[in-house]
């Protein structure tokens, strides 16, 4: 037996206005004054002073405004790399990503590939990295997902969605501030913190449980109820809670894995070009047979803050397209064996499959 020797954040700092040492925290790590760092910033927060003019740009740094509209994309990493390399002699000092999973993600993939030849196609899969990326940093602006600490970068590629999962992977620095959730859309608030929730459930149900697991899932799952079932609305103790739960999540994972709402979510994503967040929602809003504590948890707490869950969003699909959603969820085999056993094949067929999508 072999365990797994996982890589954790160096450097983390945490409290409302923590954005403003973002100078002290860069300036030691830049490599010349031809060699900038690169700030890879959502565009929710174009022309939003009262952020933007924080961003503590010297000599040639830049900003490089994505849209999050779509979940990062293989070919879009190849793209920030590529023109990153025409516009600079020399390689960056550092990446930095500022909004929710999608900046994170797109962040720390492309913190990889400039120093990985190829394309992140070439990468997506479990330890296929070579070398080690520029210095990257984690800046969360929405709270959830658990990118901030995990050892993957979720990329949608030709061929497949799959992380670039490595020991290069996690952010060599990530600054939790608080402050920088204000503004995020009440639905998506959900939907995202949502995500965390079901990693929780997901992993405190799963037959790789173990207490490290455990012992950051009980505590994010904690933090979730209060934020989600005990407040009323979103203060700024809920801010700070929400971040730290997104975080504990993410570690529990880390160490676990997740199951059945993110197998099914993939597929969803896959072929619909669902977002990562409300994609879980649909699919654990039809999960009380395999979760029926969660799933009822959740309900009251879609209830409680009157959150519109997406319907009908597979009533017009073809053969063809059922099959390739489950075709997705049925390659995500540790998932399945997380949440079912290693049996799991006896109750998940594609029948099932196809009647559990077609409610979605
Ligand atoms: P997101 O980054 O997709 O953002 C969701 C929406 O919220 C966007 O419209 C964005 O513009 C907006 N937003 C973010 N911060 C805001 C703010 N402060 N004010 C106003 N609007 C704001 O959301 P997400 O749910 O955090 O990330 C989803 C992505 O994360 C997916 O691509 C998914 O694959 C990825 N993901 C990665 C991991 C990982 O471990 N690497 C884990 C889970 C999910
Ligand atoms: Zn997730």
Known sequence: MSFRNFPMVPRVVFGRGSFNQLSEILEPKRLGDQAPFIFLVDDVFKGKDSLI????LKHKDKII?????????????DGIRDDIGKEFNEIPSGIIGIGGGTMLDYAKAVALMLSNPGSSADYQGWDLVKNQGVYHVGIPTISGTGAEVSRTTVLTGPERKLGMNSDY????????????LEGVPKNQWFYTGMDCYIHCIESLTGTYLNAFSQ???????DLCREVYLEKDSIDEDSQDKLMMASWHGGMSIAYSQVGVAHAMSYGLSYLLGTKHGVGNCIVFDQLKEFYPEGVKEFKQMVDKHGIDIPKG????????????????????????ENALGKDWEKTITREKLRSMYELM
């Open 53 to 56: 003019s924080r961003i503590p």
């Open 65 to 77: 405004y994505i849209s999050a509209d779509e979940e990062p994309k293989t070919i879009y990493v």
């Open 169 to 180: 992977t996690p952010f060599d620095q990530v600054v939790l501030d608080p402050s920088l």
């Open 215 to 221: 012992s950051y899932g009980e505590k994010s799952l």
């Open 313 to 336: 969003l597979c009533k017009d699909l073809s053969d063809d397209e059922f099959n390739t959603m489950i075709d997705v969820a049925l390659s995500l085999v540790p998932l399945w």
